[in-house]
């Protein structure tokens, strides 16, 4: 009998060794399982950002293009920003779609028409406004407002293309050919001394002609629309001597 004891007990043992040996392995194996889980996480995490950086670009795409001025399009402007003694030609203009932030960050279709010379730089300025969540009120086409420069102003309306002339001369304004944009008018107004009077476009914007003020919208020299424009070929009117014009960046060439 006690042989027999000492027989199972034996066996006993060697049961428990082979059991804590396979329980080292087994966990051996689930840290290996447990790594690789981590690693391909890791990199799934990795894979994903790079599509969800590739979907935005492929977005923003889609949102931001470029066309010429179809017959939808030329009804839209004819006899309005587009009048009948405009000596542009319709094939030198370019319609822009773009996206843009509110105030409140919330996105925003917008549409521009523009000189065929501006239209690369002024597609790439508007992309990065908008990666910035710059924000703009509205960019819609000053047709909208029957192509009357105040009321477009008035309504913080962004706009570019509108055959005008400049306030007080017979001389066309760069507007007139399309290579001049207002950005977010109605808090950067134009402002000129004319026969000893103050004239402020748009009228409802006196409370915006101290520029040591701060308020929304407002654009200065550390202003990101200020640094884009200016590094892309723009001059901005807010640096002009005779006059000051805060919302307009013009074409220097």
């Given at each position: ?8 007990i034996q066996f006993i043992d060697e049961i428990l060794i082979d059991c804590n040996d396979f329980f080292v392995v087994l966990s051996c194996v689930q840290k290996f399982i447990f790594f690789i889980f981590l690693f391909l996480i890791f ?199 005779d006059a000051k014009d805060y919302q307009h960046f013009e074409w220097k060439n």
């Open positions: 009998l006690v042989q027999h004891k000492s027989v199972v990199c799934n995490v990795g894979f994903s950002q790079e599509i969800f950086l590739m979907d935005e670009d492929f977005l923003l795409d889609q949102e931001f293009y470029i066309s010429d001025i179809d017959d939808s399009i030329f009804e839209r402007i004819k006899g309005k920003s587009f009048k009948e003694n405009c000596p542009i030609e319709k094939s030198d203009l370019k319609y822009l779609h773009l996206m843009h932030k509110t105030l409140d960050g919330t996105s925003e279709h917008g549409e521009l028409i523009c000189n065929k010379l501006i239209a690369d730089n002024l597609l790439k300025i508007f992309k990065e406004l908008y990666k910035a969540s710059y924000p703009i009120e509205k960019i819609r086409l000053v047709d909208d407002y029957d192509a009357d420069d105040e009321k477009s102003m008035a309504a913080n309306n962004s706009s570019c293309f509108n055959f005008r002339f400049i306030s007080f001369t017979t001389i066309v304004s760069k507007h007139g050919a399309g290579l001049a944009i207002d950005i977010n008018p109605l808090y950067n107004p134009y402002i000129k001394t004319v026969n000893g009077a103050l004239d402020i476009e748009p009228a409802n914007a006196e409370p915006y002609i101290d520029r040591t003020k701060n308020f929304p919208y407002k654009i200065d020299h550390d202003d990101l629309a200020y640094k884009l424009f200016t590094e892309n070929g723009f001059e901005w009117g807010g640096d002009w001597l």
